[in-house]
């Protein structure tokens, strides 16, 4: 088995005005807004450029169920299939399945404080 987790890859927690959240944030630290929250950009100690999403979700939104929680973090993982069936022989809870896009597989599996977390395997060359 590979690496598993290999960083951050986004933060993200429900608000009353995400649009107005992003605003704050916006004029009052610097963050690069856009209709999804804010990505940061960094290089790993390879030198190979990385990203990190912040994103504010509505109050209502459903994303982060079965969690009952106010917030999700995503981790950035290498082989995400090979991962989720080993997390899954280890007795993990796999919510959905498999999601790919052009910028990355998802996944989802809940810790064992009931919070839903998502996975990441990046393609952070698709954000450019």
């Not at 959240?21 to 950009?41: P, R, S």
């Not at 290498?78 to 280890?90: A, G, P, V, Y």
Request: proline letters at 3%; hydrophobic letters at 30%.
């Amino acid at each position: 088995m590979k690496k598993r987790v290999t960083g951050i890859g986004g933060m993200f927690f429900k608000t009353k005005d995400p649009k107005a959240t992003k605003e704050w944030y916006q004029k009052h630290l610097g963050f690069n807004t856009d209709d999804y929250g804010c990505t940061f950009w960094w290089k790993d100690k390879e030198g190979k450029e990385c990203s990190t999403q912040w994103s504010p979700f509505a109050e209502d939104t459903s994303y982060y169920q079965p969690s009952k929680k106010d917030f999700m973090f995503n981790y950035r993982v290498e082989n995400l299939k090979e991962l989720l069936e080993t997390l899954k022989d280890e007795g993990i809870t796999i919510v959905g399945e498999m999601e790919e896009y052009d910028y990355g597989k998802f996944g989802w599996i809940m810790d064992n404080d009931g919070n839903k977390i998502e996975l990441w395997e990046p393609i952070d060359q698709a954000f450019k």
